[in-house]
């Protein structure tokens, strides 16, 4: 709370809103523990490299600038630095210099990195579908993929701006 801020000026949660927000926090949290745990014990890949990857490989000649990269997994750009010099150290991805601006930096989806992606690929569905997507009715997911888009363009500029995450 800021100095002119006071209790009386909040609207506390009722208890059926504690208790979905409690709800959402603890499922979030053991979801993704479950599929980071799952994923990195049968690829050997971390969420955020395989995030990375996917991200990649949908792009167009399997290369995107590193800002593009970093604001579209909301990462800093030293997160994303280290995570690229890691996954580059082990063949999966290259930077090179920007085509069209020598400034820029852009990361590279490597043939080792791409096949990294397709091994991994299967496991990691099985293990979303199996924690997500079947434990809810089709009625849930879509529900809850829609509650999750709103939430996120709530967020658009909040917080860490985009120029933060990427450095620019």
């Given at each position: 709370m800021?100095?002119?801020?006071?209790?009386?000026d909040v609207q506390w949660l009722s208890e059926g809103q504690q208790g979905d927000w409690r709800a959402f926090r603890d499922a979030s949290a053991r979801l993704?523990?479950?599929l980071g745990h799952e994923l990195e014990a049968e690829s050997g890949l971390s969420l955020h490299e395989y995030e990375l990857l996917v991200r990649l490989s949908e792009a167009p000649g399997r290369q995107l600038r590193m800002s593009e990269l970093a604001a579209g997994l909301a990462h800093s750009r030293s997160?994303?630095?280290?995570?690229v010099r890691r996954m580059e150290d082990a063949g999966m991805v290259e930077r090179r210099a920007c085509a069209s601006d020598a400034r820029g930096v852009e990361a590279v989806l490597t043939e080792a990195g791409w096949q990294r992606l397709v091994a991994a690929a299967p496991g990691h569905v099985r293990s979303v579908r199996r924690h997500l997507v079947d434990v809810l009715t089709p009625e849930q997911l879509t529900a809850l993929g829609d509650a999750m888009r709103a939430v996120n363009a709530g967020l658009d500029g909040v917080?860490?701006?985009s120029a933060v995450l990427t450095g620019e």
């Open positions: 800021t100095s002119t801020t006071t209790a009386t993704m523990g479950a997160r994303l630095t280290h995570t917080g860490c701006p």
